[in-house]
């Protein structure tokens, strides 16, 4: 399509791999097996699990896996996933609920509080939110890929 000046209109080139990071996906809660579409039933015949979470990426639903794992370890406990953090500003009347960040996870390690957010590219918004967050609340969240 035609730019200004008749040139063609720049778009970015994703590869495949970009592809696959961003891809949402269906985790199974039995076996974990992971598939694009959520299907009725797993295909695993030793499973056969009809439970399913979503993810909004493959990093994401690798990343739970592993968190997962260190958990049955008792390497990290009090697991969460999707927490909702409020994002306050100074009113008239007083701290007034701006917007919220969701967190991917939230984790104890070590007696530490940790907030994790896995991310394939950083957003403007996602930037500026995670600034607010270490402003009002004094934590750094852990950005994995």
Known sequence: MPGRYGAKKYKPHKSSVSK????????????GAQYRKK??????????????????????????????ILQAQGRISNL???VRIPLHAAGINGKTKVCTYVLDFRYDR????????????????ASLK???????????????K
């Not at 696959?20 to 076996?31: E, F, K, P």
């Not at 995670?130 to 994995?144: D, F």
């Open 110 to 125: 070590d007696a530490e509080d940790v907030w994790e957010d896995t991310k394939g590219g950083m957003t403007d918004v």
């Open 39 to 68: 299907p009725g039933q797993c295909a695993d015949k030793n499973c056969g699990g009809m439970a399913f979470t979503h993810f909004h990426s493959i990093a994401e639903a690798n990343r739970w896996s592993l968190l997962l």
């Open 130 to 144: 995670l600034k607010w967050v270490k402003a009002e609340y004094g934590v750094e969240v852990l950005l994995t």
């Open 80 to 82: 969460r996933r999707q």
């Open 20 to 31: 696959l990071i961003y891809t949402a996906v269906y985790r199974c809660d039995g076996c």
